[in-house]
């Protein structure tokens, strides 16, 4: 490609305005454009003020109400745009031994000044750099730039003894690399490059880590965003800044997806993969924005049936839920190496310079506003759906699924939000990320910490163990117990572990000390399941000898008995509010208890055998529970009566949760299976299968991104 010419007020060769005349008026458009505006008719864009000069491969950095253009592909030209006044003026340029391909600019410093920032600029191809440059606002009135305090222009990066600082080693091949800051103080520089990832302290002025990437080709100029919040630059160190030991980020690159999170205090990386979208997976070059809780990833090129493409289309991803839509809206443009980049104020989205598929250099600078892309009636279903998912759907699913559509459509305005809830469940399913093996007989119970991050097994085996979810590593083993373990939980605090057993105890493990702390009293009978109040003050089981009881976490004493099943007692939980205990029982009945009283408020009947687990609604108002006679039931709290009947396992069903939404459930079965189910359907939307065993157990991270079994193979596996 020839060199770009670099003029700081050369005039539009590639104007937008031939674009207008290709769509219809956009109807619903009232507000009038602004000097030096175009509205792209039938898109949600708005054509800006073409760029100075064509850039492509270009670095932005948002300084308040400007958008910082430092430079591009053989453009050292570097200009601010004003985007309140729609215009731009020329900063500076790099040095002109600086040749710039691939390079990377990020937003060190907030200054003591309002109208001033620091900039780190580095890497590249084989001309590496690293410079910095002090930016003082040009828009500022009687701005009068001192250069003797090397303000707006790029000089060497040095440390606190002036000596030259360079980022990245010789054997390192930055070209199209991508960094971003973040760290307790927002002190560390992650970069990621070929198949690599390092951090750069910015205080010590050297790399502290590097560490290879799981995967198998090479990543340049792909998408590389931090998750939190004090992770997108680098604040004053006076200021109060939220000092996360742990720095999640997520990288996407064709079919590779990954989930990095960074542990600063022991400075080491866990990766998970994520999915990706395989309309994205030939796209090379693509731009990205993260707003929120979503990536939107715009334009890109590749090939498809062995034919050169340059896309216009939209992507958009979704963090919390892990999975993938598209706009219905495209860009006015095909466009590849672009910049993308939110305003001041997030309102807005601009996507600046590019190459389109005449492979020419562009003066592209448009803008859309982020609601529209955040607004669920904007996006339609992206039919690429895993074939692991596809393969679970069946017709009368779909038909369901059709039918719901079309009934919401008709009843309310607000029919999408619904609807895209219910899609979810069908687009995501769960499917199966890691197996966890220690145990040597049948696993009894699983439960996550509250934070999700952990899990603590019960066996058969007469172990309690702690897990790690992310690394699927063994943390902690407790023994203790002589006869079979049969349930285990965390303590609201994440400090403690109970445990029941066959043995007739029940024990507290104290987690940091890794031992028992306090033994209660050994029962006659074997004790089937332990919880603790959500104050974390009490501790309720229930027995063989179908009784309840509650204990003083303290001090270990009984503090009361629950009369009235008339058979084992085979579930108890508290209420969110502590004042009422829901039980079930082997005499097929569940009951509602008022704990200061400790008499039967409601007893609920309907199933024909035992009633082997029954948990509470998360808002309390219902009941779901399950039994050997191979039913799902939903009790209404307030009538005191079955609301929904659901059927599909053939075997007894072991255990049940619900979702943290309130609108599914996922059950496990001694046919060897996970279910899980929509509760305004009453429909089986996804069947987990494989297993040789029964499933004794499930539960539900908080979050609901995470589904962890465990079953009579004496595995455990992890679902997401």
Not at 327 to 355: A, M, S, V, W
């Amino acid at each position: 490609m020839s060199q770009i010419k670099q003029k700081e007020n050369l005039t539009t060769s590639i104007p937008f305005q031939d674009l207008k005349d290709s769509f219809t008026p956009f109807a619903n458009l009232e507000t009038k454009p602004e000097q030096g505006q175009i509205i792209i008719a039938s898109t949600p864009f708005e054509c800006l003020k073409d760029l100075p000069v064509p850039i492509l491969k270009l670095q932005c950095v948002l300084h308040k109400h400007e958008i910082l253009i430092c430079g591009g592909y053989e453009q050292r030209a570097c200009y601010s745009y004003n985007t309140l006044k729609h215009e731009y003026k020329f900063i500076c340029e790099y040095p002109s031994e600086v040749k710039l391909d691939g390079h990377c600019v990020v937003k060190l410093v907030d200054n003591n000044n309002d109208n001033e920032i620091t900039l780190l600029s580095f890497g590249g191809h084989k001309y590496k750099h690293t410079l910095v440059m002090k930016y003082v606002s040009v828009w500022s009135n009687g701005n009068d730039v001192n250069k003797s305090n090397n303000y707006n222009q790029w000089i060497p990066f040095t440390d606190n003894n002036n000596h030259i600082i360079h980022i990245g080693r010789d054997e390192d091949d930055y070209q199209g690399m991508r960094a971003v800051v973040g760290g307790s103080n927002n002190h560390l520089l992650f970069i990621t490059y070929f198949y690599n990832i390092s951090v750069f302290d910015l205080n010590k002025f050297q790399f502290i880590k590097h560490d290879a990437l799981p995967i198998k080709d090479g990543i340049f100029y792909h998408c590389f965003v931090v998750t939190s919040e004090n992770g997108q630059y680098m604040t004053n160190t006076n200021e109060k800044t939220n000092k996360k030991k742990n720095n999640e980020m997520l990288l996407f690159y064709k079919r590779i997806g990954l989930s990095i999170e960074y542990n600063e205090g022991n400075n080491t990386f866990q990766f998970h993969q994520l999915p990706v979208c395989n309309n994205m997976a030939s796209l090379y070059h693509s731009s990205c924005v993260c707003i929120n809780d979503f990536v939107l990833f715009f334009g890109g090129y590749g090939w498809k049936n062995n034919k050169y493409i340059v896309s216009k289309s939209l992507h958009k991803y979704s963090i919390s839920k892990k999975t993938w839509a598209t706009p219905e809206h495209t860009l006015p443009i095909q466009l590849y190496d672009c910049f993308g980049i939110l305003n001041e104020k997030n309102t807005h989205i601009h996507i600046i310079g590019g190459r389109n598929d005449k492979d020419i250099p562009a003066l592209t600078h448009i803008k859309t506003k982020v609601s529209i892309w955040m607004d669920a009636s904007q996006l339609v279903l992206s039919f690429h759906i895993s074939e692991f998912f596809c393969t679970k759907l069946i017709n009368a699913q779909m038909n369901l699924f059709i039918q719901y559509w079309i009934q919401i459509f008709k009843i309310k305005l607000g029919w999408i939000n619904e609807f895209n809830k219910m899609i979810i469940k069908y687009v995501r399913g769960f499917q199966l990320l890691m197996v966890l093996q220690a145990h040597n007989d049948a696993v009894s119970s699983v439960r996550f910490s509250r934070d999700g991050r952990k899990i603590v097994s019960a066996s058969h085996d007469k172990t309690v163990r702690i897990w790690d979810v992310a690394s699927g590593k063994q943390l902690q083993t407790f023994r203790g117990h002589t006869g079979q373990v049969f349930a285990a939980t965390f303590s609201p605090d994440g400090r403690t572990v109970v445990s029941c057993s066959s043995d007739g105890t029940i024990r507290l493990w104290n987690i940091n000390a890794g031992r028992e702390m306090m033994k209660c009293v050994k029962y006659l009978n074997g004790i089937w399941d332990v919880n603790f109040s959500p104050d974390g003050k009490y501790i309720v089981s229930g027995l063989q000898d179908s009784t309840i009881r509650l204990r003083d976490v303290h001090s270990g004493i009984e503090t009361k008995q629950l009369l009235g099943h008339s058979k084992d007692v085979l579930s108890t939980q508290f209420s969110s509010d502590d004042k009422i205990i829901l039980s079930s029982s082997n005499d097929k009945t569940i009951n509602l208890w008022n704990v200061e009283s400790g008499k039967i408020l409601k007893q609920f009947k309907g199933h024909s055998d035992c009633v082997t687990r029954a948990k509470f609604s998360p808002d309390g108002k219902f009941i779901v529970s399950c039994s050997l006679d191979n039913t799902i039931q939903i009790w209404n709290i307030e009538t005191g009566r079955g609301w929904k009947i659901l059927k599909g396992h053939s075997k007894y069903v072991t255990d049940v949760k619900y979702f943290p939404d309130g609108q599914t459930i996922v059950s496990c079965s001694s046919d060897n299976t996970i279910q899980f189910w929509d509760v305004k359907s009453e429909k089986n939307i996804q069947k987990l299968e494989g297993y040789s065993n029964s499933v004794k157990c499930v539960d539900v991270s908080q979050n609901g991104n995470t589904v962890a079994s465990g079953s009579t193979d004496c595995k455990i596996r992890i679902w997401g």
